[in-house]
């Protein structure tokens, strides 16, 4: 079975620029969340996404943004990029709000 | 104050020994503790869960709650040197896949 699939792997962007970020749940998942990591810490919670609605935020700027389809996959918007957006960005997926997340392999975004 | 505190490490054992992670936290709101393992450039992998109060045992891993106290554990017996990776405490107040919020990480290296 396939897990959570994000990309791309790897991307690399400018100061100022835009980038999109995807997700593919685990087939049946109805939930997905985004998180951030900084090299060195532990993930930080962005975004939590199930049945299409927003169901929770984390304490990030209105630059990021996300929606979710009605295949369940998930996009990752980040405007007006910056040095610090420079981190692992990870997806997790579960089947419904209350169990278990598992996670993708993540996007790792460099912002020169 | 961070939400939750873990130690960064690294911790170095010998192959075999059995190897204690621990966490703090501040937040009583927490009912919901998960212990992630997290490889090099990998998304984080669900070990254990486990919700309030208690002892979970899975194989060589056994993870400890203590609520009044606001302290978790994971101990691994029989260590092995591919257990080596970064060992992640999590915890969320309103369920095991919203909103978690993450340790900085213990790096553990297992020498054979």
């Known amino acids: 079975d396939a897990g959570v699939t994000q990309s791309p792997t790897h991307l690399i962007k400018t100061r100022g620029q835009h980038v999109t970020l995807r997700c593919s749940p685990i087939s049946g998942h109805k939930s997905v969340s985004w998180y951030q990591q900084v090299l060195g810490q532990g993930p930080q919670f962005i975004f939590q996404?199930?049945?299409?609605?927003?169901?929770g935020r984390g304490n990030f700027p209105d630059r990021f943004s996300a929606r979710q389809f009605p295949n369940y996959s998930s996009e990752l918007n980040v405007n007006a990029l910056l040095l610090g957006d420079s981190a692992l960005y990870l997806c997790a997926s579960s089947a419904l709000l209350d169990t278990e997340a598992f996670f993708g392999q993540g996007t790792r975004l460099t912002v020169v | 104050q961070k939400e939750v505190e873990q130690d960064p490490g690294p911790l170095s054992v010998p192959e075999g020994a059995i190897v204690s992670l621990n966490c703090t936290y501040s937040n009583s709101a927490f009912q919901y503790f998960m212990w992630y393992r997290q490889y090099s450039r990998k998304g984080p992998e669900l070990l254990m869960y486990?919700?309030?109060?208690g002892n979970k045992e899975d194989g060589r891993f056994t993870a400890q709650v203590d609520k009044s106290s606001k302290y978790i554990s994971l101990f691994i017996r029989d260590s092995q040197p591919s257990d080596s990776a970064t060992y992640l405490c999590a915890m969320s107040a309103r369920s095991s896949a919203s909103k978690i919020i993450f340790g900085s990480g213990t790096r553990l290296s297992i020498r054979p």
């Open positions: 996404y199930y049945e299409k609605e927003e169901r």
């Open positions: 486990t919700y309030s109060s």
